[in-house]
């Protein structure tokens, strides 16, 4: 089941997921093992390509553990 919230509408969106095979936490590197709960946090901002000055988007998904996410749980 996955559940989303919208921090920043077009910027910022965070997912509660549940983890299909183990993967490391972004803040603390830890452990986040199979089957147990996880936000993953999606970072989309706007890039400029320095040699065709052409804009595109870019954008991160980091997988946070709940222990070290701070924010509200979608």
Known sequence: M???????PG??????RVA?????CHECKGLIAKGTSYIEDHI??????RK???AYKRY???KICLVCWKGDVP
């Open 2 to 8: 996955v559940r989303c919230k919208v921090l920043t």
């Open 44 to 49: 989309n901002y706007p890039a400029l390509n």
């Open 11 to 16: 910027k910022e969106t965070i997912y509660t």
């Open 60 to 62: 991160y998904v980091n």
């Open 52 to 54: 065709t000055l052409v």
């Open 20 to 24: 299909r095979k183990n993967y490391r």
